[in-house]
């Protein structure tokens, strides 16, 4: 049996969770295939095909994929499945939006944010924030599953040698129109794959304090991530929230910064190699998981710190 | 236009999750249970289009044991005017829910659906996607602002990169993220008022929906504990055990 992975990109390049998605997939079988969904989408097909551990990928290259719009993507995923025993994708907001619509169409239960193989029937997800850890049996002929990137390492972007197809379904999605994107442009890192993260919270005060933040994420080469109190209060956009229901982290090095640790942020940076805290509060919850704590006034530690680096 | 919010009884987010002593799920007795903080963004939205006019009835809908009753109360305490309970065993699977779901929209005819992006217990993130699959309608999941207008949903969502805008035609799935609206509480009065407010009780064979899964649930363990770190007295101390002792600092 084979195992298809939806590959995440934006047309011009592939993003690095799609190299997570499939270590995942050689734990369970070695026939991996991936399938890229988009328009003028070819550099995101040859990097697919470099990615050692690749045996085939599927390109669908339409103006009508060009958003990845979920009804007609789930469509033309069902469209090109059969045969496959696992179908895969990272649990990124495209994976999340898509994948459950592939699921209900081929009646089949999806196994969310798997962390863990166990084997091929047989898989380990977090649940209640990462407050428990369940092991789930799936008996479905068709196993459907998004892969949290940051329970496997990253396959090889190099070495391997798949043969690219062309995959011709053109399925329009008439009842959903893609009006407008506004997306952050950043020169750092991007938060699911950087290696140090720079995080602020409600205690920043404002979004102009984050420059702070941003001068040792520059010494650093660090993302900047964010508490939900910080994006609810208007202070950096969505798309930094860490946590359960915003993004999940585990770099090498996570500084959160005037976060108090509710486990709804713990949940998505619980699994970073090393937690440092900066918070007057030393009873903050954010100091029982950290492996240094700095009991101080961000005002007078964070300008410190940069300038120490 | 009719909206339907489906709203799920789950563990309040404040509480301290503990996993039961033989590893088979998380403990549940005497623990305070509420609303899912995404159903009741979905329910507060949908309030809100009945004020505006838009909407001309709120129907919520929750799948589950009689205790989830409480939780259709208190969503017609906030403002729906009519409530569903499909009374089954607690522990569905999304897919489960999303047939019952689709099948009870069918039958109201239900121009929108809001749905929450996620339970806080399972952390699935699906039901909503299934539930327009499995209809045919189009969707926009982790709406954080919500446009309806000639019979056209205008969404932005939140996603990865920043922020998404579609349209969709109605009938179509929406389903929350947090930034979408701020819900109110309901007041005393409106608490004792929607106790008098419908609520049906319906089951699956009355949906003529069967709710089996394939799934089982093998063990629910407790995750590994973080060892407790130190305090640092200084931001000098802090740069020399970064540097020296855990090496992620050059
Ligand atoms: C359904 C749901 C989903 C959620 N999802 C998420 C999620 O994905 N991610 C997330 O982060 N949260 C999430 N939350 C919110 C979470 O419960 C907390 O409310 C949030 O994480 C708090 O953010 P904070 O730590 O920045 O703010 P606070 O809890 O207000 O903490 C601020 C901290 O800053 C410190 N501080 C203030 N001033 C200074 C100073 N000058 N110097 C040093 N320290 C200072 C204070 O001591 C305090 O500890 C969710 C909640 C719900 C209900
Ligand atoms: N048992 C249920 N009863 C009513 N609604 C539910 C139920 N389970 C899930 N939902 C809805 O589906 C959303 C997403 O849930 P999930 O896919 O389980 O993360 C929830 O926020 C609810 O709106």
């Known amino acids: ?309 | 236009m009719k909206i339907l919010v489906s709203v799920k009884r789950v563990i309040d987010y404040n509480v301290k999750v503990r996993v039961k002593s033989d590893n088979t799920a998380v403990d549940l007795t005497n623990v305070k249970m509420s609303m899912n903080p995404f159903c009741e963004i979905a329910v507060e939205e949908a309030i809100r289009l009945k004020e505006k006019g838009i909407a001309t009835e709120v129907v919520v809908v929750s799948v589950g044991t009689k205790s989830c009753q409480e939780t259709l109360r208190t969503a017609l305490a906030l403002g729906a005017d009519r409530a569903i309970q499909v009374d089954t065993e607690d522990g569905l699977d999304s897919l489960g829910v999303a047939k019952l779901l689709a099948k009870v929209a069918q039958n109201e005819a239900a121009d929108l659906i809001i749905m929450g992006k996620q339970s806080i217990d399972s952390d699935n993130n699906q039901t909503g996607q299934m539930v327009a699959a499995l209809l045919d309608y189009p969707q926009a999941t982790f709406a954080s602002d919500v446009v309806i207008e000639n019979g056209e949903a205008q969404v932005t969502r939140e996603i990865d990169g920043g922020l998404q805008t579609l349209s969709i035609t109605l009938p179509a799935v929406v389903t929350t993220d947090l930034r979408l609206n701020e819900p109110r509480f309901a007041s005393l009065p409106n608490i004792m008022k929607a106790k008098r407010k419908p609520l049906e009780v319906i089951t699956p064979a009355d949906l003529g929906i069967d709710v089996g899964s394939n799934v089982s649930v093998i063990a629910v363990a407790p995750p590994a504990e973080r060892a407790g770190g130190v305090k640092v007295g200084s931001v000098a101390e802090l740069v020399d055990k970064l540097k020296n002792e855990a090496k992620v600092v050059s």
């Open chain 1, 1 to 309: 049996m084979s195992i298809l992975i939806l590959a995440e990109h934006d047309n011009k390049s592939l993003k690095p969770a799609t190299l997570n998605t499939v270590t995942a997939a050689t734990q369970i079988d070695a026939d991996v295939h991936v399938l890229v969904v988009g328009f003028e989408c070819q550099a995101v097909a040859d990097a697919a095909c470099n990615i050692a551990g690749v045996s085939k990928v599927l390109m669908a290259d339409n103006a009508v994929y060009e958003h990845q719009l979920a009804e007609n993507v789930s469509k033309l995923i069902v469209d090109v499945a059969s045969g496959y025993s696992h179908i895969l994708a990272p649990a990124t907001t495209t994976g999340k939006n898509t994948l459950p619509r592939v699921a209900a169409l081929l009646n089949v239960a999806q196994l969310s944010d798997v962390i863990k193989v166990e084997s091929a029937d047989t898989f380990v997800r977090p649940i209640y924030a990462g407050n428990a850890i369940a092991t789930v049996k799936s008996t479905d002929s068709v196993k459907v599953i998004t892969v949290r990137i940051t329970g496997f390492d990253a396959a090889a972007s190099e070495g391997g040698s798949a043969e690219c197809e062309a995959v011709t379904q053109v399925i329009e999605s008439d009842r959903s129109r893609f009006v407008k994107e506004q997306l952050a442009v950043s020169d750092r890192p991007e938060l699911t794959s950087a290696s140090v993260i720079v995080s602020g919270g409600r205690g920043m005060g404002n979004g102009e304090n984050f420059a702070l933040l941003e001068g040792v994420a520059d010494k650093l080469g660090a993302a900047i991530g964010a508490s939900r109190a910080a994006v609810d209060a208007g202070f950096v956009p969505n798309d930094f929230q860490v946590g359960q229901t915003g993004k999940t982290v585990a770099p090498d090095l996570y500084i959160a910064v005037g976060i108090s640790g509710a486990i709804q942020h713990l949940a998505g940076m619980k699994g970073s190699k090393v937690i440092v805290a900066i918070n007057k509060d030393e009873e903050a919850p954010i100091f029982q998981v950290a492996d240094y704590g700095l009991v101080a006034d961000l005002f007078d530690a964070v300008p410190e710190l940069e300038s120490s680096l």
